[in-house]
């Protein structure tokens, strides 16, 4: 296994945010239930990007984009199903850390859907704590944002 950082213009990068807004259309009952959150994960403003590779095959990815001067948002944590279960996902955010703090950020946030539950465990695990809704998410009642200093 291999991880390469990119952008997002990463043809690898996405085809995995395609699967990944698959996966959580099906989660949620279809893409309608799941528009008002649309608008905030196009890829335009991410520019840091982690892909994970299984030989040559794309099978996971993680970024970030800049929220403010100290934080930056992780954006499209994902991993194909048959490769969850074996620490990627906590792999990929242990560098999305690194790769947060060499960039000079001081917090990650993020944003995760109630129904989330796997996810929300991974961010609990490895330090994430749950905050009051940010930004767009204020008012929105199945947002779980987090928070962890670096």
Same mark, same amino acid.
């Given at each position: ?11 690898? +990068?996405?085809?995995?945010?395609? *699967?990944?807004? $698959?996966?959580?259309?099906?989660? %949620?009952?279809? @893409? ?31 970024? +970030?984009?800049?929220?403010?001067? *100290?934080?930056? $948002?992780?954006?499209?944590?994902? %991993?194909?199903? @048959? ?68």
């Amino acid at each position: 296994m291999r991880f390469e950082y990119t952008n997002s213009v990463s043809q690898d +990068f996405i085809l995995l945010c395609q *699967e990944l807004d $698959e996966s959580l259309n099906e989660q %949620v009952g279809g @893409e309608k239930n799941r528009s008002q959150y649309a608008q905030y994960n196009y890829l335009d403003d991410i520019k840091d990007v982690i892909v994970a590779y299984d030989n040559d095959l794309p099978i996971a990815c993680a970024s +970030f984009k800049r929220y403010n001067e *100290e934080c930056a $948002e992780v954006k499209r944590v994902y %991993v194909r199903d @048959e490769y969850r279960g074996k620490g990627i996902s906590k792999k990929l955010m242990e560098l999305i850390e690194v790769y947060a703090k060499e960039k000079g950020f001081q917090a990650l946030i993020l944003e995760t859907g109630r129904p989330m539950t796997t996810a929300i465990h991974l961010y609990q695990g490895i330090g994430f704590e749950t905050i009051p809704n940010y930004g767009q998410y204020k008012d929105m009642a199945d947002s779980i944002c987090m928070k962890k200093v670096l």
